[in-house]
């Protein structure tokens, strides 16, 4: 079992939709979770970072994480097409290092 | 421009070889981290470093091997080159090892070994 899943989509949907992305894990050691947004030949670059379970929310992007389920998600609204990349979940723990899940491709089409 | 330089963009070459990838991490980062993105493994962590020492092994080939200068720089050797090598190579850096940090990436090193 890998210590993330997520599914790799893709996914498409229209300008405006609302996209949910999820990713599960197996390890309740995980402390800090992120989204790392990647557009295509460019490096992944942070979208959101939470801590505890609950929500957080920056514009149109809302993120959030279940530590009881082991579940973290990653809400956007009213997508647009510049949304359209790859999206990645991140965990990690006090040693430093991150886990990647496999990342989703969305396309917003207009 | 994240601040993480990575050299070289884009290395083509034959099995049997042996590269170096080189990643100058974000000014005052001291940790650096390498990884490796393939089409079907996803974004694997191959290993950590942090001021210089080795602080953490992932999935690392022993073909690879890695290193952190004094000046904080690091690179990537990778050995005996197979086709499977061929993948986008990322390095990132943060502040501290401390997973409360940030990973900032750099544009990636995209191998093809032919």
């Known amino acids: 079992q890998k210590e993330v899943e997520q599914d790799p989509g893709p996914l498409s949907v229209p300008e405006g939709a609302i996209v949910s992305l999820n990713c599960t894990y197996s390890n309740s050691a995980f402390q800090y979770f992120m989204w790392y947004r990647q557009y295509s030949r460019k490096g992944p670059e942070l979208l959101m970072y939470t801590y505890s379970s609950g929500n957080k929310e920056d514009g149109r992007f809302t993120a959030q994480v279940d530590k009881s389920s082991k579940y973290i998600s990653l809400f956007i609204r009213d997508s647009q097409p510049s949304d359209s990349a790859t999206y990645l979940c991140?965990?990690?723990?006090?040693?430093?290092?991150?886990?990647f899940g496999q990342g989703t491709e969305l396309s917003v089409k207009p | 421009d994240s601040g993480v330089t990575q050299t070289p963009k884009h290395l083509i070459t034959a099995t049997g070889q042996r590269v170096t990838l080189r990643c100058s991490p974000r000014?005052?980062?001291?940790?650096v981290y390498w990884y490796q993105q393939s089409l079907d493994q996803g974004l694997q962590f191959l290993i950590q470093y942090y001021n210089g020492e080795e602080r953490a092994k992932g999935n690392i080939l022993e073909r690879f091997s890695a290193q952190q200068f004094p000046d904080l720089h690091s690179e990537l050797n990778l050995s005996s080159l197979e086709l499977g090598d061929s993948a986008l190579y990322f390095c990132?850096?943060?502040?501290?090892?401390?997973?409360?940090?940030?990973?900032?990436f750099g544009a990636g090193s995209r191998l093809t070994v032919l």
């Open positions: 991140a965990i990690g723990n006090q040693g430093g290092k991150l886990i």
């Open positions: 990132a850096s943060s502040v501290d090892g401390s997973g409360a940090n940030v990973l900032t």
């Open positions: 000014s005052g980062d001291l940790s």
